[in-house]
């Protein structure tokens, strides 16, 4: 089944500790992308990948890493957390042309104590 | 860089009336406008999307239109069914591969029956 994998679906966590959440797609897609989404502000990119080692800022990169070694891995770290990055977050995948539908995984609910 | 706004924020209509959700951006140079439905608790799912050198664009009960002009797109769901209760958000991306995406804040649509 082509699917968009997120891990945690869920976390609690403290302020400064350092944590990663993995994003895999089984589909090929060049094209990756992290979101988080805030009640009234919509989704927000943070980082995206047009393809492996090819990795660009969104409009809300600060405070957060991204890495694409592997094609079908985008993983989303956070050095040290703060309380304003509790969100829900959202990865998605596509093929490279824009004509070409995102798919979005299920979700991480982050919440930094 | 590119701003997203969205109207209105919440819109309630009854059972088979139409709905109609309107977004403005501000960069001229965005050329991709997707629009995507968000169920409570669900990931986002793209249901139409229309790019700059076309008008309008139709898919059964749903239909965008685009001015360039004025730099709006409007999202028109006809004969609305209680399951188009969700939440919409429409995007524009300011490259030919819709790599950078900018979301608007959303619309809540309920469809009483």
């Known amino acids: 089944e082509a699917q968009v994998t997120q891990n945690p679906r869920y976390l609690i966590t403290v302020t400064g500790k350092k944590l990663t959440v993995t994003c895999s797609q089984n589909?090929?897609?060049?094209?990756m992308s992290w979101y988080r989404q805030d009640p009234g502000l919509g989704l927000r990119q943070i980082y995206y990948?047009?393809?492996?080692?090819?990795?660009d800022k969104g409009d809300v990169p600060e405070g957060y890493k991204v890495s694409r070694k592997e094609k079908r891995n985008f993983p989303l770290i956070l050095e040290s957390p703060s309380p304003n990055q509790t969100s829900l977050y959202f990865c998605?995948?596509?093929?490279?042309?824009?004509?070409?539908?995102?798919?979005f995984g299920d979700g991480t609910r982050l919440s930094i104590l | 860089g590119e701003n997203v706004e969205q109207h209105p924020s919440t819109l309630s209509v009854q059972e088979g009336d139409s709905a109609v959700i309107k977004c403005t951006y501000s960069?001229?140079?965005?050329?991709?406008f997707p629009w995507y439905k968000q169920e409570l608790g669900k990931r986002p799912q793209l249901i139409i999307d229309i790019r700059s050198n076309v008008g309008e664009k139709k898919d059964q009960r749903i239909a965008v239109t685009l001015n360039k002009t004025a730099k709006h797109f409007s999202l028109h769901i006809t004969e609305t069914q209680p399951e188009d209760s969700a939440v919409y958000f429409c995007a524009g991306s300011l490259d030919n591969y819709g790599q950078n995406f900018v979301f608007g804040p959303g619309t809540r649509l309920s469809v009483l029956p």
């Open positions: 960069d001229s140079a965005s050329n991709y």
């Open positions: 589909m090929n897609h060049e094209y």
């Open positions: 990948s047009m393809n492996v080692e090819v990795t």
């Open positions: 998605a995948s596509r093929f490279g042309t824009v004509d070409q539908p995102q798919h």
